[in-house]
């Protein structure tokens, strides 16, 4: 019973290097999110896929890009990582976009550090 | 805008204790009401929603919160803790979709023996 699998479980980055962050769920969800958490911030949205070929910004989109590869998955990438980029990254599926009987389940994070 | 105050960073409760954890909001209408519950290395874990109904919500892990309107308060509560509830809990608001939901600052939530 996975859930919501991310990949890495952590990763060191250099300023300038770029990298994807892998998400896959298997729960047949409709929609994905990626969220980064910073110490003394909630979790702030950066983008999220509604369903199998559609993503929209969130709060804080900018230095990232998205891929909803297929229902299934759900990639993020910094394509010049920053420090400013230093953080916890989680995805998150749901089956709808947030209906009274749905919630949101999270994957376990990736501890990201830009030096 | 919509907002969520969680006053506490941090709160020490002995082992048998009862628990209760602030949140306040900020909100045009009636929002949808949640509490999340992080354990260390671990994705956030819904403890409880409240989106209409009965103001005085029941949660997994013997976790209850009371919606307060007059209040804007949805405050996380529960009799006796245990020392596996040590972990942070955060609330978070909205009713338009997940995407629109606002989390807090989160509480982490010490016990003691």
């Known amino acids: 019973n996975a859930g919501v699998t991310q990949t890495p479980k952590f990763q060191v980055l250099k300023t300038g290097q770029s990298m994807t962050l892998q998400c896959a769920q298997d729960?047949?969800?409709?929609?994905m999110y990626w969220y980064r958490q910073d110490p003394g911030m909630g979790l702030r949205l950066i983008y999220y896929s509604a369903s199998e070929g559609t993503t929209d910004k969130g709060e804080v989109p900018n230095g990232y890009n998205v891929s909803r590869l297929n229902k299934r998955e759900f990639s993020l990438r910094l394509e010049s990582a920053a420090p400013s980029q230093t953080s916890v990254y989680f995805c998150?599926?749901?089956?709808?976009?947030?209906?009274?009987?749905?919630?949101?389940?999270f994957g376990s994070g990736t501890q990201l550090s830009v030096l | 805008a919509q907002s969520v105050t969680q006053p506490d960073i941090h709160i020490t409760v002995s082992e048998g204790a009862s628990l209760e954890l602030r949140c306040n909001y900020s909100?045009?209408?009636?929002?949808?009401l949640f509490w999340y519950v992080q354990s260390p290395g671990q994705g956030l874990q819904l403890l409880l929603k409240y989106f209409s109904g009965d103001t005085l919500v029941q949660g997994i892990k013997g976790f209850e919160a009371e919606f307060k309107r007059s209040q804007s308060s949805f405050n996380l509560r529960k009799p006796s803790v245990h020392w596996s509830d040590a972990a942070e809990y955060f609330c978070a608001v909205g009713r338009r979709g997940f995407q629109k939901l606002v989390f807090g600052t989160g509480t982490r939530l010490l016990v003691s023996p």
């Open positions: 909100y045009g209408a009636t929002p949808y």
């Open positions: 998150a599926s749901s089956e709808g976009q947030g209906a009274s009987n749905e919630k949101l389940f």
């Open positions: 729960m047949n969800h409709n929609s």
